[in-house]
């Protein structure tokens, strides 16, 4: 079910992409959540579907919400 709920976000994606407002539209109401590790890397915890398509329509775009900040771990 994962890779196929990816592709379909994939496909409704590429149609928003042609309206530059309307995908910013569809990325701030879509958030994933990370975790703030250290030395500043992101840990997604929810929203990799979405993500995994963005990524394969070559999206420099994101909305995420910071969830904790565990980034003074070593």
Do not use: Q
């Not at 709920?5 to 309206?19: F, G, H």
């Not at 309307?22 to 990325?27: A, K, M, N, P, T």
């Amino acid at each position: 079910m994962g890779k196929r709920e990816a592709e379909i976000r994939a496909k409704k994606i590429r149609i928003l992409m042609e309206d530059d407002d309307e995908f910013v539209d569809y990325l701030e109401k879509k958030t994933g959540k990370v975790v703030l590790g250290p030395e500043g890397t992101l840990w997604l915890i929810d929203g990799h579907h979405l993500a995994t398509a963005l990524r394969w329509r070559k999206s420099r775009k994101c909305s995420v919400e910071v969830k904790a900040d565990w980034s003074n771990l070593s």
